[in-house]
């Protein structure tokens, strides 16, 4: 199964997407955390992705398509993923497609998370995310068991710098004007499951493992 996981910045992808990969037996490839990943050493990758990620907008298709079809082409991808943060424009869905045509492959469903505007500022001011593991964690929402430590490795919270006022906006801005676009892209290819992302984590999930069960049950009939 290859599932992308859509919605605004703080709509829950990441949240969501790393339970459902395990629930669902699929490899997680979020393209937020690989840039962020990379910045932890000094490599020309690392450098241009800082660049546009602090002003909030994207890192260049050709950088980005060229990472994601390197991972894809790893062998635990052979079973399955779930796609968090990518595709964002259309040359990138389009690559994405075509990359997996080429292996006998395609997307099967497109999961869209849907949240009020009112409600992803909220979660994106009161986010801190571990610095070795990446797990995101609400102040309000979700907080962590021990204040300052991942509850799944011990590693330090801090606040994304792309998470301040300003910078949200624009990310939000760019998400409307760029990505937004691709929900019209999956519904006409008729693989578009929408699923309201607001009310607790854990009942997003299973509202997410439900549409997708119903999805895969009407693809067998
Ligand atoms: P990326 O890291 O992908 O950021 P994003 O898409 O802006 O998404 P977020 O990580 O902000 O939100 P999310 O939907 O994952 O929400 P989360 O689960 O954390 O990308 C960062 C940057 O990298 C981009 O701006 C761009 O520069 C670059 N980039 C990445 N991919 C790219 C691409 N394909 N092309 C080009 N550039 C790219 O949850 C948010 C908060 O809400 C957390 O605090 C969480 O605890 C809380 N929360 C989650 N669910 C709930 C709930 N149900 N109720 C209450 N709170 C909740």
């Known amino acids: 199964m290859y599932i992308v996981f859509l919605g605004a910045p703080g709509a829950g992808k990441g949240t969501q997407a790393a339970t459902v990969a395990v629930e669902l037996n699929l490899v997680h490839i979020a393209t937020g ?19 546009y990620m602090e002003k909030g907008e994207l890192v260049p298709d050709e950088i980005t398509i060229q990472m994601v079809l390197e991972r894809i082409a790893a062998p635990d991808c052979e079973n399955g993923v779930i796609f968090d943060g990518f595709p964002r424009t259309l040359k990138q869905a389009e690559a994405l497609d075509e990359a997996l045509e080429k292996q006998g492959k395609m997307i099967d469903s497109v999961v869209y998370i849907k949240v009020s505007e009112a409600e992803l500022v909220e979660r994106l001011g009161g986010r801190w995310i571990c610095r070795q593991c990446q797990a995101p964690y609400h102040m309000v929402n979700s907080p962590p068991r021990t204040p300052g430590k991942c509850d799944r490795c011990g590693g330090e919270l801090y606040q994304r710098p792309d998470d ?54 009407g693809q067998r009939e």
Request: glycine residues 6%.
């Open 164 to 217: 301040t006022p300003e910078t949200v906006r624009e990310r939000l801005r760019v998400y409307f004007a760029e990505t937004a676009p691709l929900i019209d892209y999956y519904n006409r290819a008729g693989k578009l499951l929408e699923v309201g992302g607001e009310g607790s984590v854990d009942d997003v999930r299973e509202r997410i493992l439900v549409t997708l069960d119903k999805e895969s049950v």
């Open 33 to 51: 955390d690989m840039f962020r990943e990379a910045q932890k050493q000094e490599t020309e990758l690392a450098k241009q992705a800082r660049f």
